[in-house]
């Protein structure tokens, strides 16, 4: 698929159904989504894709959030003109921002936004964005990862290290320049209350109830969207279990 700006966008179908479009956040690809996109194919054609600059999509400078849009309208289009969307973690915010930009999607699903709305956690340094592109400069892909997981995450540092040597760790350094991409989009991590009251599709604010900045942050989301329905998979971890998700979200999109 070609977006508007010329861009390859690539994504994996999968199933038989009402249109599902899955979008990824972080230092992944589409395949973070697999297994999501493989249980809800039983009821659903799901559309895993990935987004500008990871996995097999191209990149096309200068980076803008509007071109984010563009590649999932596209999507949109290929489908059939509208769909359901379910955008975990980064990927919420962007599903979130792109509905209220008006692109046509019919029921929204979304798992730990990782916006902040209070001071249950450490505020995201107001230069994190500097940072990310100065140590991109540079070519210190892994330092932009410890960055990411130690300030935006909040991770302690202690955990984070050893993460150096997982056999993930490669594939995350090979997309890190998103992680620009990502804090372009959420600016200073703040709720966009105003932007969040323009989506009135119905909505699935989830979250595991493991980390209570994101428990709050859910709550806030609910909160200001105006079809929001609330979700709680207890004990689930930002890593949420696909066999934990997937049947709600099927129940939800299906009914």
């Known amino acids: 698929m070609i977006s508007s700006d010329g861009t390859a966008i690539t994504f994996d179908r999968v199933g038989a159904g009402p ?17 999501v996109a493989e249980l809800l194919a039983s009821g659903f054609t799901v559309y895993n894709y990935d987004r500008r600059g990871r996995g ?47 692109l046509a999607i019919t029921k929204l699903a979304v798992w730990e936004t990782p916006y902040i709305v209070d001071d249950s956690r450490p505020a995201v340094p107001a230069d994190y964005r500097d940072q990310l592109i100065e140590l991109l ?36 350094e090979k997309v890190a320049h998103t992680l620009v991409y990502d804090a372009t989009i959420t600016g200073d991590f703040s709720l966009p209350a105003d932007q969040l009251a323009t989506v009135t599709m119905p909505t699935l604010v989830i979250d595991g109830g493991s980390t209570s900045w994101i428990s709050n942050t859910a709550d806030a989301v609910a909160t200001a969207l105006p079809n929001a329905q609330r979700r709680t998979l207890h004990g689930q971890p930002h890593n949420v279990d696909p066999a934990a998700i997937a049947p709600v979200l099927a129940d939800f999109f299906a009914a």
């Open 56 to 102: 097999d999509s191209g990149d096309t400078s200068p980076y803008a959030v509007m071109r984010e849009f563009e590649d999932l309208e596209a999507l949109i289009d290929e489908v059939g003109g509208s769909t359901y969307v379910y955008g975990t973690s980064g990927g919420g915010i962007l599903a979130l921002a792109a509905a209220a930009h008006g």
């Open 19 to 35: 249109a599902v479009i899955l979008i990824g956040g972080g230092p992944t690809d589409r395949s973070i989504n697999t297994p």
């Open 137 to 172: 400069t540079e070519d210190r892909r892994g330092d932009m990862l410890e960055l990411f997981f130690i300030k935006g995450v909040n991770l302690p540092a202690e955990f984070v290290a050893p993460m150096r040597q997982s056999p993930l760790w490669p594939a995350m």
